[in-house]
C-alpha cells in the first residue's frame, strides 16, 4: 500500500463519520424554512438536478432538505425494461461487477473482498449464489435516491449488520479493502420463480437513515438483526418502490449462476438509470 494511501486510511478511520451521518441527518430533517429552501436551491444548482422529471417540480413546496432529496419521480421518467429477466433498482454508476468467485466479490481494480463477511456471515445464505453474478452500484447525491425491485420477488429474509459510514465513493473503494463489509447495511434475501435474488443497502457518511417499505427506517442496533418473513407477506413487482437512502450510497445486487450474464449496457463506470436492464 502506498504512503498516500496509508494516510488516506488514517484519516477514513481518525474521522468521526457516524456522528456526523447523525449530525447531518437530524439537520436534513429540520424545518428551518429560509435556511432550507436555500439549502435545496443551491443543491439544485450544485447538482444540476432535473425538475422536469420530479412528481413534485417546486423546490419551495418541500418542507425541509430531506424532504428534496428523497423526491420522487413521474412514473413515466423511468420506463422499466420488460425484455429482460430483471433491472437496475436505481440511478447511479456501476461500481463494480463480475462473478462471486471462491467467496470473494471484486471492489476495486486490485481489490476483493468476502461475500460471506458481506452477507453478515451465515454460509447457507451465501451457497446459492456462488458462482453467480454481482453488480455494485453507487449513488452520488445527484441521483434520484429511491430504491426498486429489479425483479418479481417475495421477500424471505432481512439481516441488518451494523458498522462504520465510510464514504464509499471511488477514492475510498480502491484504496480501502473491504470497506463494504466494515459500512452499516441491511441485507435482503428475496425469492423469485427463478430462484433467490439479493439486494443489499450499504450505508456510508451523511446517509441520515435506510428505509425500507415494509418496515420503515431501519433503527441502528449493535448486534446483528434477523428477520424471516411469511410466503407472499411482502411481495414486490419489478420496478415497485422497496425503500430509499437519505443520502449518496450503494446498492449490490447478486443473483445464482442459473439467472445469466449482464445485459450489454452494464460496464463498470457508467451510469445506470433506475429501470434499465441489468440482467438477460
Known amino acids: 500500500m502506498s504512503l498516500t494511501n496509508t494516510l488516506l486510511k488514517f484519516f477514513d478511520y481518525a474521522m ?66 420488460d425484455k429482460c429477466l430483471g433491472i ?27 461475500f460471506k463477511a458481506l452477507m453478515g456471515g451465515d454460509s447457507q445464505d451465501c451457497a446459492p449464489f456462488e458462482n453467480g453474478k454481482f453488480a455494485t452500484l453507487y449513488l452520488s447525491p445527484s441521483n434520484y435516491h429511491r430504491v426498486h425491485m429489479p425483479i418479481d420477488a417475495t421477500l424471505v429474509k432481512t439481516i441488518h449488520i451494523p458498522g462504520r459510514h465510510f464514504p464509499v465513493g471511488k477514492r475510498n473503494t480502491s484504496h480501502m479493502p473491504g470497506l463494504y463489509t466494515a459500512n452499516e447495511r441491511l441485507v435482503c434475501i428475496f425469492e423469485t420463480q427463478d430462484g433467490p435474488f439479493c439486494l443489499i443497502f450499504v450505508g456510508a457518511a451523511i446517509v441520515g437513515s435506510i428505509h425500507t417499505s415494509w418496515s420503515g427506517t431501519v433503527k441502528r442496533r449493535k448486534g446483528l438483526g434477523i428477520k424471516y418473513y411469511e410466503p407472499d407477506q411482502h411481495s414486490f413487482l419489478k420496478g415497485e418502490e422497496i425503500g430509499y437512502f437519505c443520502f449518496g450510497s450503494t446498492v449490490i445486487c447478486m443473483w445464482p449462476e442459473s439467472f445469466g450474464d449482464f445485459t450489454d449496457n452494464i460496464v463498470e463506470g457508467t451510469p445506470i438509470h433506475m429501470g434499465q436492464p441489468l440482467c438477460r
Not at 437496475?88 to 468476502?114: E, F, H, M
Open 16 to 81: 468521526p463519520f457516524s456522528t456526523l451521518t447523525k449530525l447531518m441527518g437530524r439537520l436534513a430533517e429540520a424545518k428551518m424554512g429560509k435556511i432550507s429552501a436555500f439549502l435545496i436551491r443551491d443543491f439544485i444548482k450544485a447538482y444540476h438536478i432535473n425538475l422536469e422529471e420530479c412528481q413534485n417540480p417546486d423546490p419551495a413546496s418541500y418542507a425541509t432538505f430531506n424532504e428534496f432529496f428523497i423526491r420522487k419521480l413521474r412514473k413515466d421518467a423511468r420506463p422499466i425494461a
Open 88 to 114: 437496475s433498482p436505481v440511478d447511479g454508476t456501476v461500481g463494480a461487477c463480475g462473478t462471486i468467485t471462491a467467496g470473494r466479490l471484486i471492489q476495486a481494480k486490485g481489490i476483493d473482498y468476502s
